[in-house]
């Protein structure tokens, strides 16, 4: 986990991970591969290859079903759907049941028709869907309850681990730190001579 | 593509109305199009088969309209012995008098001989044929064309009594000479559906019983003086009034045309004119072309509308879909897949548009067609498509492609700006 007051640059880092942002050779390098290195059309294909990502809010599109938002990144990503066991909509339900939603009664609903905490679950579904290296996930309980934030929490670490993703996550919140092996405070990494 | 047409499902009264305006575009200039193609050919097929046209000297235009479609009068009438005049010139091989200026319930009367069935020639060179009965035989025969018949549920048998004047309002009846119709015409799809036609005597009795009415007793003797003129020369036409109004000529060799026509034009006992109707069509559409091409350039505008208001839509909606397209980015789409996802539905809404257009025009032509044929004798052709409108259809869809790529070029441009943050 990484942690941060607001403005320190925590986004801007998941941005320059992510490959959004242009960044230089050698600076950033996710699952032995230079990111910096990569044109922009390979950056996109290796971010839907390899991470899942997670924001604050508003991360699913209002206009899909729920099911439809997970399996989002399998229409981008080959390699994700390759390593899907059996039918897509079956691993979604799959994900959906253990973050803990009934996929029989919401897996059709519309995005724009969950609550918040939901619509926060469903978007860890989909970053997760496929078995990605790392899941970046920006603040994702900043929406959240605190006993919300507390269940979201648990299954969202349980399930990286069990599919044996890396999970990097931003915040604020220092609650959360039980949740992770490693907790770095950005204002050390943004300290002249230390590396992370 | 599922990604497309669910977003646009999303949208779907914006995207509706999109692919109304552009249908109601497609379908006016499709129709534009085919109303233009349909009455050139048509105007076309009625005249194929005659070489000349000989009648009083007048506008060549009108002397065409007047004879070959009965829009209009020829105005004087010419002398009857100019048939015979005609046609002992070299290069003719026949030449069939006509008489007009009356109508039967709107639809022009012609007075002409037996031998306009035998001669005239439609739509390529195909002769007039009966679809019941046959050619008139008697004075008081009349022959009709398909039109007419099914207008007004007539067939052979059937008794008329024809009105003077051109229009469809009767002025005066001729009560007096009822003609009993012996045949009817197989349909040709042009002016010929819409004539009723009887004998030149038949015609000439009505004109000359009403002039008789008059009591003129000079004129009656002149009547009379001419008739036993004519007889002299009825050889081969039987009875030729001495009033006609034109003579349709047919020439047993082409190159003779020019011949014929400075004899006619310097003919000296009265003002003539040979008009060849192919001629005289081109004259037409020379007039009519300022028309038309405004007509075309209005519908071509339409469109155009049409596409910009698809922009509208397609712009209108980018705001509200920065966070839909951050998604999408976040989830490993490239800009690129943003972009032709934008191209990718102004392409679906400018087909769904043409395609909606398409039934909008056919199911309009079928209401219109029997309405055009009735009143003009102008058919819109079975064909669903030819290959000029499927050529427009295909340009229309570029052009709905290329207004897609401003939308587009804006959607790249922020998706790059915006990145994976999602500020709203």
Sequence with gaps: MLRGPSGSGKSTLLAAISGVTDIPTGAVTVASQDIGALPVSKRDRFRADHMGLIFQVFNLVPWLSAVDNILLPCRFSK???????GTLEDEAHRLMSSLGLDPKTLGHSKASALSVG?????????ALIGTPEIILADEPTSALDPEA?????????QQAQSSGAALLMVSHDSGLDHHFDRVINITDLTQPGVSA | MTLVLQSLWNRRFVATLTVLAIALSVALILSVERLRDSARTSFANSASGIDLIIAPRGNDVQILLATVFGVGSTGAGLSGDVVHMVEDMPGVAWAVPLMQGDNHQGFPVIGTSSEYFEHFKHSRGQALSFAKGGAFIETHDAVIGAEVAERLGYTVGTEIINAHGAGAVALEQHDEAPFEITGVLTRTHTAVDRMVFISLAGFDELHVESARGSADPFAALAEADHASHDNEHDHDHGFVPDQINAIYIGLSNRTAVLGVQRAVATYKAEPLAAVMPNVALLQLWSITGTAENALRLM??????????????MLSAALEARRREFAILRSVGAAPRDVVWMIVLEALLVTAAGITLGLVIFWSASLIA??????????TLGGQLLN????????TVLCFGG??????????YRMTLADGLTTRL
């Design chain 1, 79 to 85: 390699r994700r759907q390759g390593r899907i066991d």
């Design chain 1, 118 to 126: 939901q619509q926060q679950r469903v978007a860890a579904a989909r």
């Design chain 1, 149 to 157: 934030k507390e269940t979201f929490m648990h299954m969202l670490s």
């Design chain 2, 299 to 312: 519908s071509v505008a339409v469109v155009a509308a049409s596409m910009i208001g698809m922009v509208v």
């Design chain 2, 369 to 378: 067609e029997p309405l055009l044929s009735a009143r003009f004798g102008v």
């Design chain 2, 387 to 394: 290959a000029r409108e499927v050529m427009l259809l295909l």
């Design chain 2, 402 to 411: 290329l207004a897609s790529l401003l939308p587009a070029w804006r959607v």
